[in-house]
């Protein structure tokens, strides 16, 4: 049975095992033996791994059914996983945000820290971030426990060809943001008429979660060209763009928007995948960087021409391409 209260810092784990994280942990279970200390493995092409029925509501029956005796999950049925450790936080991060993010957990999870419930996830592919600042001690000894299930509601939409391996099998990590922060990023370029020259729209989301109104912030971008097929890039020459961050309220977001013009664009294509690599800068009034991001993005427009309907084209950054298949009436 779960230890339904290991979440408590007080609670003693100190006969626990230790596992390495991460991984999932009927892999960690298995011995030089042969022997499973943690679960069975379990392999299903497309069908879940507890008791279903073929239809489209059936999700509403359920994880706990009681699955067919020859079943392995009739043995062992929902499996949960129970994780705690401890971590303390560097000086520096004292006045900001704290997050900390699983990149995959299957199949379902809560998080606690320092016993105090912060939230769940479901989706186990995707990464999932929680603000824990407000749960932190900040001058000492931090605890996390997270409970994994096996199987959730989630899993009837990750019914995939694959090992059904539950855990923490991505990264763990914490990060650290300031209080005024870009809170997303939206990058829409855009070719001319001629296919030559690039344009871009920048749109960044300046979130304030700090006590105090936000004033005199600005945003910088810089272009970088990459190498093809390499991680090598370099500026481009007199490509750059700036925009004042407009007075943002405690608690609120506001929109700040940029563009820049990019000549001679190189255009993205499956032969060809170039791509640039925009890199911006958030600095507080007194000119200090307070964030550095980034975020890749290629010239790739898509278009069909308006031509009669046996001559249409499909056309890729101003080339076009013939689509060999046929038709099919679904």
Not at 89 to 100: D, S
Not at 137 to 160: I, T
Request: glycine fraction near 8%; aromatic fraction near 14%; charge should be negative.
């Amino acid at each position: 049975e779960r230890p339904a209260e290991f979440y408590k810092p007080e609670y003693d784990v100190a006969a626990w095992d230790d596992v390495t994280v991460p991984m999932q942990w009927n892999v960690a279970g298995i011995q030089k033996d042969g022997s499973l200390r943690y679960g069975v493995p379990i392999y299903a092409n497309q069908p879940v791994i507890f008791a279903h029925k073929v239809a489209v509501d059936d999700w509403r029956g359920g994880v706990m059914r009681t699955p067919p005796s020859d079943w392995v999950t009739y043995r062992h049925r929902n499996e949960v996983g129970s994780y705690r450790r401890s971590f303390t936080l560097p000086e520096t991060w004292e006045e900001r945000e704290v997050y900390i993010n699983f990149d995959g957990v299957s199949s379902f999870f809560y998080l606690w820290v320092n016993g105090r419930y912060v939230g769940f996830s479901k989706n186990s592919r995707n990464t999932a971030s929680f603000d824990i600042t407000p749960y932190l001690n900040a001058g000492g000894e931090n605890v996390v426990a997270v409970e994994v299930y096996r199987n959730s509601d989630g899993s009837f939409l990750e019914a995939q060809d694959m090992f059904r391996l539950p855990g923490i099998f991505r990264t763990v990590s914490l990060t650290s943001t300031a209080r005024v922060q870009v809170r997303d990023l939206r990058v829409r370029p855009d070719l001319d008429a001629a296919y030559a020259d690039g344009t871009v729209r920048i749109e960044a989301d300046i979130r304030n979660l700090g006590r105090k109104p936000a004033k005199g912030y600005t945003l910088s971008y810089t272009l970088y060209a990459n190498e093809l097929y390499s991680d090598e890039n370099a500026p481009v020459d007199g490509v750059t763009a700036s925009a004042a961050v407009a007075a943002t309220e405690a608690g609120e977001t506001s929109l700040t928007v940029a563009g820049m013009r990019v000549p001679d664009a190189r255009k993205w294509s499956a032969e060809e995948p170039w791509r640039y690599t925009l890199v911006g800068q958030l600095r507080d009034r007194k000119g200090r960087v307070v964030e550095t991001f980034s975020t890749a993005f290629g010239f790739c427009k898509v278009e069909i021409r308006d031509t009669p309907a046996a001559e249409d084209e499909f056309g890729l950054a101003g080339r076009y391409y013939y689509i060999n298949g046929r038709t099919v009436k679904l």
